[in-house]
């Protein structure tokens, strides 16, 4: 047979054909060119966005540290803007107040539902828990916090009834609520990762299903769980319109769960939708607890991947 | 067959078989010290049958090696020693087998209790990401050991029997996924002599290791079988016939014959057994 191939009766070289094709300096050559730095451009712009962001927040908080200095702001225990006071604790105990009751929340409930998920549930069931779950995650948080006042608020009311209508509690809960599926899902998907052939080798010793997902697979799946939860924690740091709407508007330094208090995002809400003047110590304030919430949540996310990476077990 | 397959508990399900033509008497020898007795072994996952009417008893402290061909059931039967199998949740199965004269089977055995007896080693070596001492402890300590000085006993034994003990000695709190394949298999090897088995079950141990961990295997084999009762599948017919007392052959399902492994290698009785060993297929 001959080398070639036959069209409407001509024969044709493929390889000439490629020779003339390539020949041509093409429109496709140039875009093959210019694709690259279109696409670093679009992975630039959020690099530029959050530096944009860091820069801002620099320079308005040294605004802000030259009328009132970082000692007092760090170490004061009063936060009352309105008077002059920026003790910055009681808004940074507030949003950990609300952070510590999320995490107990939301940790024990998610690693539960991720077990159930990832060992216990056949597929039927799985496939019907999972997106349920994950709906969760988007519900607008805006409703999470009219859920909180006006449901979660009441019936924590019928058990305690000295709580008050705006409450840590309340709005920690359902902050945790709202990071389960977070939870659930990265640790399911990290259990899921470990592989039959290890929950096989148990099973062969005699291991019953608890000691397996307790004594093998959780240990082995173990730093996608901590990273999920400190995702989840990071996430809850950052949490603004539950708490804004639920926990109240009170900067109280205190660990009493029944109170009211505010958060560093609540406040940033507070005053940044209110009406304080451009360019007063106020208006600078906000960049200065901004910072400050961009440093927690950041530090949060470093030990998540830290601890991903130094806790991965090969397997 | 949907009533069947709606049975949650596979345990003895009397049905009937479509191919119940295996002749019993040649491959049933009584043997006084047989130590699993296979009888009459069905084997359906959800509607495809994979074992036909196996029956075969397995001698004490012997090598048994189980060869076929891929996708023959052979490690499907050796899974069903122990019940792993069962952790697929479509199979069923019917028939008997009776662990020292006990019906692994009833719904009064426990099968945590069994694989204590029935130890096994798997295919691709699967230590825990832990380290080669509390892979090897893991056994004992579920099932409540958890004296330090006994562990520490327990795992210098198991890994002496398993041959690498002078190996990892110094290097018993280092993970086990830095060894080598070999090595990592013999952890694997001394992780299920550390329950003090009574049969060991080895599902094609050696096809992941180079020719040098599987030599040192197969020689672990030998010195186990003082000890162990050993059910050995394998690929390697050589294999079978270097370290096995006695070998099955099992094809599409059917156990076709079972004799001593020199007696099945040298004289098979069976045309299907002879075509196989001989290369003719498979």
Same mark, same amino acid.
């Given at each position: 047979?001959?080398?070639?191939?036959?069209?409407?009766?001509?024969?044709?070289?493929?390889?000439?054909?490629?020779?003339?094709?390539?020949?041509?300096?093409?429109?496709?050559?140039?875009?093959?060119?210019?694709?690259?730095?279109?696409?670093?451009?679009?992975?630039?712009?959020?690099?530029?966005?959050?530096?944009?962001?860091?820069?801002?927040?620099?320079?308005?908080?040294?605004?802000?540290?030259?009328?009132?200095?970082?000692?007092?702001?760090?170490?004061?225990?009063?936060?009352?803007?309105?008077?002059?006071?920026?003790?910055?604790?009681?808004?940074?105990?507030?949003?950990?107040?609300?952070?510590?009751?999320?995490?107990?929340?939301?940790?024990?409930?998610?690693?539960?539902?991720?077990?159930?998920?990832?060992? +216990?549930?056949?597929?039927?069931?799985?496939?019907?828990?999972?997106?349920?779950?994950?709906?969760?995650?988007?519900?607008?948080?805006?409703?999470?916090?009219?859920?909180?006042?006006?449901?979660?608020?009441?019936?924590?009311? =019928?058990?305690?009834?000295? *709580?008050?209508?705006?409450?840590? *509690?309340?709005?920690?809960?359902?902050?945790?609520?709202?990071?389960?599926?977070?939870?659930?899902?990265?640790?399911?998907?990290?259990?899921?990762?470990?592989?039959?052939?290890?929950?096989?080798?148990?099973?062969?010793?005699?291991?019953?299903?608890?000691?397996?997902?307790?004594?093998?697979?959780?240990?082995? =799946?173990?730093?996608?769980?901590?990273?999920?939860?400190?995702?989840?924690?990071?996430?809850?740091?950052?949490?603004?319109?539950?708490?804004?709407?639920?926990?109240?508007?009170?900067?109280?330094?205190?660990?009493?769960?029944?109170?009211?208090?505010?958060?560093?995002?609540?406040?940033?809400?507070?005053? =940044?939708?209110?009406?304080?003047?451009?360019?007063?110590?106020? +208006?600078?304030?906000?960049?200065?607890?901004?910072?400050?919430?961009?440093?927690?949540?950041?530090?949060?996310?470093?030990?998540?991947? +830290?601890?991903?990476?130094?806790?991965?077990?090969?397997? | 067959?949907?009533?069947?397959?709606?049975?949650?508990?596979?345990?003895?399900?009397?049905?009937?078989?479509?191919?119940?033509?295996?002749?019993?008497?040649?491959?049933?020898?009584?043997?006084?010290?047989?130590?699993?007795?296979?009888?009459?072994?069905?084997?359906?996952?959800?509607?495809?049958?994979?074992?036909?009417?196996?029956?075969? &008893?397995?001698?004490?402290?012997?090598?048994?090696?189980?060869?076929?061909?891929?996708?023959?059931?052979?490690?499907?039967?050796?899974? /069903?020693?122990?019940?792993?199998?069962?952790?697929?949740?479509?199979?069923? /199965?019917?028939?008997?087998?009776?662990?020292? &004269?006990?019906?692994?089977?009833?719904?009064?055995?426990?099968?945590?209790?069994?694989?204590?007896?029935?130890?096994?080693?798997?295919?691709?070596?699967?230590?825990?990401?832990?380290?080669?001492? &509390?892979?090897?402890?893991?056994?004992?300590?579920?099932?409540?050991?958890?004296?330090?000085?006994?562990?520490?006993?327990?795992?210098?034994?198991?890994?002496?029997?398993?041959?690498?003990?002078?190996?990892?000695?110094?290097?018993?709190?280092?993970?086990?996924?830095?060894?080598?394949?070999?090595?990592?298999?013999?952890?694997?090897?001394?992780?299920?002599?550390?329950?003090?088995? #009574?049969?060991?079950?080895?599902?094609?141990?050696?096809?992941?290791? &180079?020719?040098?961990?599987?030599?040192?295997?197969?020689?672990?084999? $030998?010195?186990?079988?003082?000890?162990?009762?050993?059910?050995?599948?394998?690929?390697?017919? $050589?294999?079978?016939?270097?370290?096995?007392?006695?070998?099955?052959?099992?094809?599409?399902?059917?156990?076709?014959?079972?004799? #001593?492994? #020199?007696?099945?290698?040298?004289?098979?009785?069976?045309?299907? /057994?002879?075509?196989?060993?001989?290369?003719?297929?498979?």
């Amino acid at each position: 047979m001959d080398k070639g191939l036959q069209s409407e009766g001509k024969m044709i070289d493929v390889q000439q054909m490629i020779e003339r094709n390539k020949n041509k300096k093409s429109f496709g050559e140039r875009i093959e060119k210019i694709i690259p730095f279109f696409l670093l451009l679009c992975a630039a712009v959020s690099v530029l966005t959050t530096v944009g962001i860091l820069f801002t927040l620099l320079r308005e908080s040294i605004g802000f540290f030259s009328n009132v200095s970082l000692i007092d702001f760090y170490t004061g225990t009063s936060w009352s803007p309105w008077s002059g006071e920026y003790g910055v604790a009681p808004l940074i105990g507030g949003t950990l107040l609300i952070t510590l009751i999320a995490t107990l929340v939301a940790v024990p409930l998610g690693l539960m539902s991720a077990i159930f998920l990832s060992e +216990y549930a056949n597929d039927k069931v799985r496939r019907v828990i999972k997106p349920v779950l994950e709906v969760l995650a988007g519900i607008p948080t805006v409703v999470y916090g009219y859920f909180a006042l006006t449901f979660i608020t009441p019936m924590f009311q =019928a058990f305690i009834p000295d *709580l008050g209508i705006f409450n840590a *509690l309340s709005g920690g809960f359902v902050v945790g609520i709202m990071i389960i599926p977070m939870v659930a899902s990265l640790s399911e998907d990290a259990m899921n990762s470990v592989p039959n052939a290890l929950r096989e080798g148990a099973y062969g010793l005699g291991a019953t299903k608890l000691e397996v997902v307790f004594k093998v697979v959780l240990p082995a =799946a173990l730093s996608g769980i901590i990273a999920s939860i400190v995702l989840a924690i990071s996430r809850a740091i950052g949490e603004t319109m539950i708490v804004t709407i639920a926990a109240g508007a009170t900067p109280n330094l205190t660990f009493n769960p029944t109170e009211s208090i505010q958060t560093m995002t609540a406040f940033i809400v507070q005053a =940044a939708t209110g009406d304080t003047t451009f360019g007063s110590t106020i +208006y600078y304030s906000l960049y200065a607890v901004g910072m400050t919430l961009f440093v927690f949540t950041l530090v949060m996310n470093l030990i998540a991947q +830290y601890i991903s990476r130094k806790f991965r077990e090969e397997y | 067959m949907n009533k069947v397959m709606e049975e949650k508990t596979n345990k003895n399900v009397n049905q009937g078989t479509k191919k119940p033509e295996v002749k019993k008497e040649g491959i049933k020898k009584e043997n006084a010290n047989s130590i699993i007795e296979v009888n009459d072994l069905n084997l359906w996952y959800g509607s495809d049958q994979a074992l036909y009417e196996v029956s075969m &008893d397995v001698p004490e402290k012997q090598v048994t090696a189980i060869i076929g061909p891929s996708g023959c059931g052979k490690s499907t039967f050796l899974k /069903t020693l122990n019940r792993m199998v069962e952790m697929v949740p479509i199979v069923k /199965t019917s028939g008997s087998i009776k662990y020292r &004269d006990q019906e692994i089977f009833s719904s009064k055995y426990k099968e945590e209790y069994l694989r204590t007896k029935v130890g096994m080693v798997f295919q691709k070596p699967n230590p825990f990401p832990k380290s080669v001492y &509390d892979n090897v402890a893991y056994g004992p300590r579920i099932h409540g050991i958890k004296k330090k000085e006994i562990l520490d006993q327990i795992v210098e034994k198991s890994l002496k029997g398993a041959a690498i003990w002078d190996e990892l000695k110094d290097r018993l709190h280092e993970n086990a996924y830095g060894l080598s394949g070999g090595q990592q298999q013999r952890v694997c090897i001394a992780r299920a002599l550390a329950v003090e088995p #009574d049969v060991i079950l080895m599902d094609e141990p050696t096809s992941a290791l &180079d020719p040098i961990s599987t030599a040192k295997v197969e020689e672990l084999v $030998q010195e186990l079988k003082e000890k162990y009762s050993i059910i050995i599948v394998t690929h390697n017919m $050589q294999q079978a016939a270097r370290i096995s007392d006695k070998t099955a052959f099992f094809l599409n399902g059917e156990l076709i014959e079972f004799a #001593d492994t #020199d007696d099945l290698f040298q004289n098979p009785h069976d045309k299907r /057994t002879e075509d196989y060993i001989t290369g003719r297929f498979g």
